[in-house]
């Protein structure tokens, strides 16, 4: 059974950090791509970053440059450390999983958000 567990939100000054954790269950053992998304109240469900199992990451134009997503393998969790906070980064940040088969994904999974606010 996949479970995604967030944790590390909250509120911020601009210009602060903050570290996102997800720790997951049922993901790891299999093909995947870790990913976190974000949504800002009135607006739709937008990529923030992600990482495959070789560790390739992937950015949006919005936070290149200041937010960094990791794995841990071995604690089967991935992190979001994000720097350099602006007030339009406030969001709902929610973690997602997919599992592949080969090629093809299996299933897709999301946890519960996580609430980041920065303040200007």
């Known amino acids: 059974q996949v479970q995604l567990v967030e944790s590390g939100g909250g509120l911020v000054q601009a210009g602060g950090s903050l570290r996102l954790s997800c720790a997951t269950s049922g993901v790891f053992e299999y093909g995947n791509a870790m990913a976190w998304y974000r949504q800002a109240p009135g607006k739709s469900r937008e990529l923030v970053a992600r990482i495959d199992n070789r560790g390739v990451t992937k950015y949006s134009d919005l936070v290149k440059g200041r937010f960094r997503i990791s794995r841990d393998n071995a604690k089967n969790t991935v992190h979001l450390q994000m720097s350099s906070l602006k007030p339009e980064d406030t969001a709902v940040y929610y973690c997602?999983?997919?599992?592949?088969?080969?090629?093809?994904?299996?299933?897709?999974?999301w946890g519960q958000g996580t609430q980041v606010t920065v303040s200007s």
């Open positions: 997602n999983a997919q599992l592949f088969s080969g090629l093809v994904v299996q299933g897709e999974y």
